[in-house]
Each structure stands twice: as C-alpha cells, then as structure tokens.
C-alpha cells in the first residue's frame, strides 16, 4: 500500500522557516519525482517545489523561489521542503506528491497523496 506520511507545518510569525517531511512507503521511492504543493481553501492545489525524476532537477514556482528548498533522502525515503523567510502568502495546507511532471517550468503532482499538513503564517 502506498503511503506518505507528512510531518512538520504550525504555526511561525512572518520571516521565521519551517521544514516539512514527507516519508514514503510502499513503492520504490528512488524511482520517482516527488514533489510539495499547496491549496488555500476555495482555490486550487498549486505546485511549490518538485523535483525531476528524469534527471534530478528542482523546481520551484516563482513565488517561493530563493526562499524554498527541497531536497530528497532516498535512503530514508523522505522528501522535505525547507521554507525560509516565511510570508503570510505562504500560509496554506501542503502536500505531498509521490511523482510529478514538469510542464514549462510548472510541477503538476500525479499518483498518491500525503493527507496535508497545515502551515500558518503570522504577520
């Protein structure tokens, strides 16, 4: 059964960070592009950050790029998003996706889900 069980969020006032993880079980996690997005209620899932499973490259969208990092331990089969200098923009529920698909520079998740996880920003 596969799985993605998503840890981290809360609530931090404007410029703090928060680091997001997203543990994968059930499939072979080296052979995917996992990714982070985010939907604020009444709006669409927006993608955040992916990262290619072609050939290991990262995205981000342009609202976060410079203050967002993901990276990926294949090892501990966890995606994590790293968020810096925090804006109340930013505040939303994020999720995981196990495999996604760059399309002019955008990260469109596809498969499985993590159930969400809050982050909040404060002004």
């Known amino acids: 059964e596969v799985q993605l069980v998503q840890s981290g969020g809360g609530l931090v006032q404007a410029g703090g960070s928060l680091n997001l993880s997203c543990v994968a079980s059930?499939?072979?996690?080296?052979?995917?592009?996992p990714g982070w997005f985010r939907q604020v209620p009444g709006n669409d899932r927006i993608g955040v950050a992916c990262?290619?499973?072609?050939?290991?490259?990262?995205y981000y969208s342009d609202s976060v790029k410079g203050r967002f990092t993901i990276s990926r331990d294949n090892a501990k089969k966890t995606v994590y998003l790293q968020m810096n200098s925090l804006e109340p923009e930013d505040t939303a529920i994020y999720y995981c996706?196990?495999?996604?698909?760059?399309?002019?520079?955008?990260?469109?998740?596809?498969?499985?889900w993590g159930l969400g996880t809050q982050v909040t920003v404060s002004s």
């Open positions: 990262i290619s499973k072609r050939d290991g490259s990262v």
């Open positions: 996706a196990k495999d996604t698909l760059v399309v002019s520079k955008h990260c469109l998740g596809f498969g499985s």
């Open positions: 059930g499939f072979t996690f080296d052979d995917y592009g």
